[in-house]
């Protein structure tokens, strides 16, 4: 699997992001969506990659900086033809090795609490991922789930 830094511009990453922010925002209450449009992004405190199998993408994930050592996981996303093979721990993985390259020695990351989401929370908790507090500029919140890696 391969990965490119920052290419929103490509048709199908742009396609893939649009149609993940519209899904989750259709199945989060209002006031509970924290999921990042491309504009967001794009935010000089984000890395993003969209991944590849060959020509076929296979999926994305963004790093967030919330300080020099501590990042959360924003935008995972696996492409429709790639969902429930594998592929959701394989790019987890491997943004959790690009982020220990870049010094991040702890992970967090928040997602939905409802049934939508249950395939998300039990992938990170797959993952080694604990459930935690709120964190950075979150709160308590009965449609959220936050959980946190040490790597």
């Known amino acids: 699997m391969k990965s490119i ?14 149609n993940h922010f519209n899904e989750l925002r259709s199945v989060s209450p ?23 199998e060959d020509t076929e993408l296979v999926g994305c994930g963004a790093l967030k900086f919330l300080s020099k050592t501590h990042g959360e996981f924003k935008s995972i996303r696996v492409a429709d033809n790639f969902k429930k093979k594998g592929y959701g721990k394989r790019i987890i993985v491997d ?4 982020s220990k390259v870049l010094g991040i020695q702890e992970i967090s990351v928040e997602t939905g609490a409802g049934e939508f ?28 789930c936050y959980y946190n890696l040490k790597i």
């Open 95 to 98: 943004l959790l090795s690009k």
């Open 30 to 52: 209002e006031g509970s969506t924290h999921v990042l449009d491309i504009d967001g992004l794009k935010n000089q405190s984000i890395k993003f990659w969209s991944l590849w």
């Open 117 to 144: 989401f249950l395939p998300a929370r039990k992938l990170f908790k797959s993952c080694g991922f604990q459930e935690c507090e709120p964190f950075a500029h979150y709160s308590l919140d009965p449609n959220s």
């Open 5 to 18: 830094e920052n290419n929103f511009d490509n048709l199908e990453v742009n396609e893939l992001l649009i």
